[in-house]
């Protein structure tokens, strides 16, 4: 997977893959358990239950769609804000919830409410149980935390994923590396910073030339050497 997809694809992924699977997933689930314990009637509630996650969850993304037309209007952004608390009060132990607290993270930093994104993010991050939605969590749980000031905060989050090593077997590596500069930029730690960059660099395996953004930051890092 190409290291430099960013976190927003991999979540629009995720995202999909629910979209196609995720009541097939859960029902089959649901279906096994009856089958082995006899429980026709528990088996048709949650059947009825996961359909009715589903269909919450798609009420939420087109709410949310029409609110991130809208930025400036109050109605729509608090419509979809109910429909995502909606989902995560009813159907909280579902992947629909954790996209919904994401969904209310996103608007929190819009709003520049970083206590409330911290404490969704944090939520996404205890809940999941994918590592991959878990990497993305904390990757934006660290940006929330730089941008809240707390860059002690935003490394530990940064470093505390340890499912995946942060190696170039990591398809979230680059960025780590990216942002983790970033943190140390505003640390005033230039030396670390442009540690971070070239790291960015060498794991898309062309240096820092590939991503521009990450080039400048380079150079900036090292004339406050």
Do not use: C
């Not at 993010?121 to 809940?127: A, N, Q, S, Y």
């Not at 090593?165 to 942002?179: H, V």
Request: no cysteine.
């Amino acid at each position: 997977m190409d290291p430099m997809r960013t976190e927003d694809d991999q979540v629009q992924a995720l995202k999909k893959w629910w979209d196609e699977n995720g009541v097939s997933t859960v029902l089959s689930v649901i279906v096994a358990i009856a089958a082995v314990l006899g429980w026709r009637g528990w088996q048709s509630a949650q059947e009825a239950k996961a359909e009715a996650a589903a269909f919450s969850y798609q009420a939420m993304q087109t709410a949310v769609a029409a609110a991130a037309q809208a930025p400036d209007d109050d109605i729509k952004i608090a419509e979809a804000m109910h429909a995502a608390d909606t989902i995560k009060q009813e159907f909280a132990k579902t992947g629909y919830a954790q996209f919904a607290a994401l969904a209310k993270a996103k608007q929190a930093v819009l709003d520049e409410d970083y206590a409330s994104a911290e404490t969704e993010l944090r939520w996404v991050i205890d809940k999941t149980q994918s590592a991959q939605l878990r990497e993305i969590a904390r990757l934006r749980l660290a940006r929330v935390l730089l941008s809240a000031g707390n860059t002690d905060g935003a490394l530990a989050a940064l470093n505390q994923g340890a499912e995946t090593g942060g190696t170039s077997g990591d398809i979230f590596a680059a960025q780590k590396a990216e942002l983790a500069g970033d943190i140390h930029i505003a640390r005033g730690e230039y030396q670390l910073a442009v540690e971070q960059y070239e790291r960015a660099g060498k794991i898309t395996g062309d240096g820092p030339t590939r991503l521009p953004l990450v080039a400048m930051k380079l150079g900036y890092a090292k004339s406050q050497i």
